[in-house]
């Protein structure tokens, strides 16, 4: 009798954030023939729960698997570590080195990280989003081009380890939109100047990525337009920011937007969009 197969979450260093993004989801079917596909053929059904402390569990017979929801909208890379964990022993080297990989993914995405229980809520006063949608329609025209469209900004207070997202969606022709982009309310709070603006660039090149070349993640095509506009070229920031502590009250200072451009130009101010 086969033991089943259980990895739990682990909680990141506190200074570790992601820029990420989310995914198009998988039907169960898509998902059981994506796992036979790379040798789980004993695999039959999955289940995919919105749990946050246990990632994947297989059932002592093999047959059933139970995920995070977000692995609906695994890539490649990732649903190979996924069928590397369900056909590797249990406790060798690569299995450990493909639990890794899960963990580093699931990590990034909205339904795993920041935004748990119903839909997301708006945070942020008039003045903030105001100039936030200031701050997104001047990169647009310096670094963008202006080819980017308009899009829906949010400040969340649900984050915890993110700096912020974007959320991928289609139009009813099928052709590729963004439906919203979402950061981290306690970067208005001072201090976080530069990386509010790094992050909220970060975002508009996925946007851009997607967009015109129909990719979702930190691939080449999202790291050159990261390279070309000058914000961070990692999917992962180490960087310290100031954050609320528990009990604190809401975010409500509005950063000056010239402000938030100067404290961005010292690493960033040689870099221009292509035309």
């Keep these: 009798m086969h033991r089943p197969r259980t990895t739990r979450r682990r909680t990141k260093p506190a200074d570790q954030f992601q820029l990420s993004f989310t995914l198009a989801w998988l039907t169960d079917q898509d998902f059981v ?22 990632l994947i569990t297989l059932s002592g017979d093999l047959k059933t698997l139970h ?37 580093d993914w699931c990590e990034a995405q909205v339904t ?22 200031q701050a997104y329609d001047r990169l647009n025209a310096e670094r963008f081009a202006g080819r980017l469209p308009a899009v829906a900004l949010r ?32 970067l208005l709070l001072e201090g976080n100047e530069r990386i509010l603006l ?12 997607w967009l015109e070349h129909g990719h979702r993640g930190h691939g080449v095509p999202w790291r050159r337009i990261a390279a070309r506009v000058g914000c961070e070229t990692n999917a992962t920031s180490r960087v310290r920011f100031r954050r609320r502590r528990r009990g604190e009250p809401p975010v409500t200072r509005v950063p000056d937007l010239d402000g938030l451009f100067r404290a961005w130009q010292p690493r960033h101010g040689t870099h221009r969009a292509a035309s």
């Design 198 to 209: 790094d992050t909220l660039a970060h975002e508009m090149a996925h946007m851009e990525a």
């Design 155 to 186: 400040l969340s207070e649900r984050m915890s380890r993110r700096f912020g997202h974007v959320a991928y969606g289609r139009s009813r022709h099928g052709e590729g939109a963004v439906e919203e982009i979402a950061l981290n309310v306690d």
């Design 112 to 133: 795993c990280e920041g935004e748990p229980g119903g839909p997301a809520r708006q945070a942020g006063t008039p003045g903030q989003l105001a100039v936030l949608q």
């Design 67 to 103: 995920l995070h929801e977000s692995f609906r909208g695994a890539p490649d890379d990732v649903l190979d570590a996924i069928a590397a964990f369900l056909l590797l022993p249990d406790g060798s080297a690569a299995q450990q080195r493909a639990v890794e990989r899960m963990r």
């Design 33 to 54: 023939e994506a796992m036979r596909e790379r040798g789980a053929t004993r695999l039959q059904r999955v289940r995919f729960k919105p749990n946050r402390t246990r």
